[in-house]
């Protein structure tokens, strides 16, 4: 958790004659992402590409270079979209249920395995930095994640007043979550 990043949740504020309103707070995060995907299914991977520091990129490609034995991972998101219809912003897809009230608070995350392509792990990190944006320096990644054999809840909405939780990962006799 090397970056920060402002959520877009606001409150009001009252400074004396005038109502105005401030950003809630800040989020502690591995990396931004650019796109996610899952096709809903219970057993479907996530499918996240972002950018990482070049802290957690050096985290990352030294797991790699050290054959990674175990693939468990514990990986919480929030990916945030804005209603024109309601006019504010709300939590899209997350591992936890985030709302402007609790200022984008993502809790430990859902227990997750590093998905294989074949012998090799479907996580890359590029060997150079990344373009759209130039500082500070970051690199271009992509993971693939599926769910722990424990059945856990996901959590989407469409619009800020419509939202769902979806099933995802069965449970199994895999033992303890990480």
Do not use: C, H
Request: aromatic share 8%; no cysteine.
């Amino acid at each position: 958790n090397d970056q920060t990043v402002t959520t877009p949740f606001t409150r009001p504020t009252n400074t004396g004659a005038t109502t105005a309103t401030e950003a809630v707070g800040t989020l502690k995060v591995v990396a931004v992402l650019k796109k996610i995907k899952w096709d809903l299914g219970d057993t479907d991977p996530i499918e996240f590409e972002g950018t990482l520091s070049v802290t957690s990129k050096q985290t990352v490609m030294g797991l790699l270079y050290a054959s990674m034995l175990d693939t468990s991972v514990r990986i919480s998101w929030v990916v945030y979209e804005y209603d024109p219809l309601n006019r504010k912003y709300f939590s899209a897809f997350a591992s936890s249920a985030v709302g402007s009230a609790d200022a984008g608070n993502v809790t430990r995350g859902v227990p997750g395995l590093l998905m294989k392509d074949g012998d090799n792990l479907a996580l890359t990190v590029t060997p150079s930095p990344a373009t759209d944006v130039q500082s500070p320096e970051n690199y271009d990644f992509t993971i693939k994640v599926i769910p722990w054999p424990l059945a856990t809840s996901l959590y989407l909405a469409s619009a800020s007043l419509r939202k769902v939780t979806k099933p995802w990962g069965r449970t199994g006799p895999a033992g303890t979550a990480p």
